[in-house]
């Protein structure tokens, strides 16, 4: 794995710029989704999206599979714009693109074998050919650890794990450059979790592959990811290597995210860190900081003004914060609402 950037010559896989979502609520209001969005993926990097449900991670992701339409911004895969591409060329580059969906049990048709549902891409893309495509949905089911014998078996027949290695499977079978995984692994049991990730793991060395890994669990963006980007209400409010992030936090939102995640071992204190209030809606966002109206460090400064992504510390990290933490210090002992 690597954390390196890019080299100045050659483009990133996943170059995101300016990203906005925006969807039509009732009484002609508007949800800000994804409110301008910026990351990039290196060449056989792993980023982690994190964050609450409701903060515009999984549209995101949807969005740079072109699942779902951006409102504004770009999207480049590697070097070539997504979203001004004619339909034609727009095509050609999605199949390179591939999204793995958070529920097995729902993105799988109930009604197709094993085979027809990991073939789909193929037929889709006008790729199938025969015998030859056959061998090519084995190969997968060997790499996964289900083998032919599960070809002419249905979903319902398999457990929650083995339809997740379906999904992943399926999501493999154009060979992908970049992999887009949504929650892969939240509606496992933790020693099936363990098996997916490692898995997800060897799939990654044995492809090269690009990730990019939706999930709310930041043990298992530890493990997985090289960079993490964090979401809190449709906007990124820091980047940078995971375990430095994610160890040392820089903003108020990533310290009370990592506070909740449990001590590594039997001697490590982590004092937990309780935010009051609730998320606000997207529908009417806090003015300035989208993140004040549960931070015990913000001010009228945070209410005046959205602050920008900046440089923080030495090691590629950025924030979005006029009052970021000491990186070096690790999360604060207490917080607005108190200890836990």
């Not at 911004?73 to 070539?80: K, L, P, Q, T, Y």
């Not at 809606?281 to 015990?296: A, H, K, V, Y």
Request: hydrophobic share 40%.
């Amino acid at each position: 794995m690597t954390t390196d950037t890019p080299a100045a010559d050659s483009p990133p896989v996943l170059e995101v710029r300016d990203l906005e979502v925006r969807f039509r609520a009732a009484r002609r209001r508007t949800v800000r989704a994804v409110d301008g969005v910026s990351l990039t993926v290196g060449e056989d990097e792993a980023l982690g999206i994190i964050g609450e449900s409701g903060c515009g991670k999984t549209t995101t992701g949807k969005t740079i599979a072109q699942l779902e339409q951006p409102s504004d911004g770009s999207i480049a895969f590697r070097g070539e714009d997504l979203v001004g591409a004619s339909r034609a060329r727009r095509r050609e580059l999605r199949r390179k693109i591939q999204f793995v969906f958070q529920d097995p049990q729902s993105s799988l048709n109930p009604r197709m074998t094993i085979q027809e549902i990991i073939a789909e891409p193929l037929r889709a893309f006008g790729e199938w050919r025969g015998r030859g495509s056959r061998d090519r949905v084995v190969e997968l089911l060997d790499q996964v650890g289900l083998g032919p014998a599960a070809l002419n078996r249905y979903p319902h027949e398999f457990s929650g794990g083995q339809r997740q290695r379906v999904g992943i499977a399926r999501g493999l079978v154009l060979d992908p450059e970049l992999l887009i995984l949504d929650e892969p692994v939240s509606a496992l049991d933790v020693s099936i979790q363990a098996q997916i990730l490692n898995l997800l793991m060897d799939l990654r060395a044995e492809r090269a592959l690009s990730f990019v890994m939706i999930s709310h669990d930041l043990d298992v963006i530890r493990h997985v990811t090289d960079r993490v980007a964090v979401m809190y209400l449709g906007v990124i409010v820091e980047q940078g290597p995971a375990e430095e992030v994610l160890e040392h936090p820089a903003h108020p939102y990533t310290a009370a995210l990592a506070s909740a995640t449990p001590p590594a071992g039997p001697f490590e204190r982590r004092e937990r860190i309780v935010l009051s209030g609730d998320v606000p809606s997207p529908l009417d966002p806090p003015s300035g900081c989208r993140f004040r109206t549960r931070c015990w460090r913000a001010d009228a400064l945070c209410a005046e003004r959205r602050p920008a992504l900046a440089p923080v510390g030495v090691t590629g990290r950025s924030v979005a914060c006029f009052h970021p933490l000491d990186v070096l210090a690790g999360p604060p002992a207490v917080s607005q609402g108190g200890r836990s």
